[in-house]
């Protein structure tokens, strides 16, 4: 039987195609174990450290709840001795504890195992060709084929937060989730979603079968959007300045923050109470190296007012001018001649507070 050369190649191409394993030198196995780090990151956690890590990124054991310890990206330096940010979680409301492990094996897979062997989170690219680990300087955190082609990135699965360069996409992630408090690290009640013509941003009360819009970003172009991205972008009137716009694949471009500096390093974050933020790194600075650039509802109400948060002033404030003026509270009446209730809402002001002065 003869067989033509194309035919040839492909049976000899077939081995190096699904054997391609990960070298002994670049797999590894990281236990949950040890002593934490001393520097302040966000929401006070005890944590450790990973020796995986590209300035200002590196990956962590974290916990905000003993013995509850998520897998996640930090982005800051202890030289800046500001606070560090996380930015990407691998399996947040599903923790690991003690002695949990990380495991990167010669199959290409990159698995998270609590102690008992469980799994609790997994990449699911065992015998996919893929022979390496990187943490990207841009934050993206991949398994690489031979070629350099990307099997797996961690921008493929954003929970609250884009960094410059990552998407939610038709075909994967939609939107952003906040976390659930700061000592609670599970989905919150605030979600940033990529609709088919609009970006919007809803709240799910706890008494509510369903989340109801707050706000929302509408496009002034029919099509259907495909992704949005965070960029990053050199101001084409100010050489020092960049612009970090959130572009649309149907034509927009929102820009949203110019700061004075090379803001590569920055990121967009739904918040725990609903808010949206943008973050800059200025990793060229030894203190305060955050800036908040850009903040969507703020107490100057540009360019949206507080008001507008669901939470601003609790379950039943009253909010105007981006202050709590007052709060409603429930009156019930009883109609005794008819056997009847009924309820009224009545709008309380607050009291003034009190002065006290010494007389000496």
């Known amino acids: 039987m003869e067989l033509s050369l194309f035919s040839l190649c492909f049976l000899f191409s077939i081995p190096f195609i699904s054997h391609a394993t990960v070298p002994p030198s670049s797999t590894f196995k990281y236990v949950n174990e ?37 897998l996640a990206l930090r982005m800051g330096t202890v030289r800046s001795e500001s606070t560090m940010r996380w930015v990407w979680e691998a399996n947040r409301g599903n923790p690991v504890r003690e002695n949990a492990t990380l495991t990167f094996g010669a199959d290409g ?144 471009q929102m820009i949203l923050a110019r700061p004075k500096y090379n803001s590569t390093l920055s990121f967009l974050r739904i918040g725990i109470d609903g808010s949206l933020k943008i973050y800059t790194y200025n990793n060229k600075v030894d203190y305060q190296s955050w800036e908040v650039t850009y903040t969507l509802f703020s107490r100057d109400d540009f360019p949206e007012g507080e008001c507008q948060l ?17 709060h409603l509270v429930a009156h019930c009446r009883v109609d005794s001649s008819a056997g009847a209730s009924s309820v009224s809402l009545r709008s309380h002001q607050p009291v003034a507070p009190r002065i006290f002065t010494t007389i000496n």
């Open 34 to 70: 040890g002593d934490f780090g001393e520097y302040i990151s966000e929401y006070l956690p005890d944590y450790r450290p990973l020796s995986i890590g590209t300035s200002p990124f590196q990956l962590i054991f974290y916990n905000t709840t003993p013995n509850e310890y998520t």
């Open 310 to 326: 669901p939470e601003r002033c609790g379950k039943f404030g009253l909010c105007e001018d981006s202050q709590c003026v007052g």
């Open 109 to 252: 897979n990159l698995v998270l195992a609590d102690a008992d062997g469980r799994v609790a989170w997994q990449t699911n690219t065992a015998n996919k060709a893929v022979v390496g680990l990187k943490l990207l300087s841009n934050g993206n955190l991949v398994l690489h084929d031979s070629k350099g082609n990307f099997i797996w990135q961690s921008f493929d699965s954003p929970t609250d937060t884009l960094l410059v360069g990552q998407s939610l996409r038709v075909g994967g992630v939609t939107r952003l989730v906040s976390r659930a408090s700061e000592k609670r690290n599970s989905d919150g009640a605030y979600t940033l979603v990529m609709e088919p013509k609009r970006l919007a941003m809803y709240y799910k009360s706890p008494n509510s079968p369903k989340p109801y819009i707050y706000y929302a970003f509408d496009s002034i172009y029919k099509d259907r959007l495909q992704n949005a991205t965070l960029t990053c972008t050199p101001n084409s009137y100010d050489d020092a300045a960049n612009d970090l716009n959130l572009e649309l694949s149907n034509r927009n």
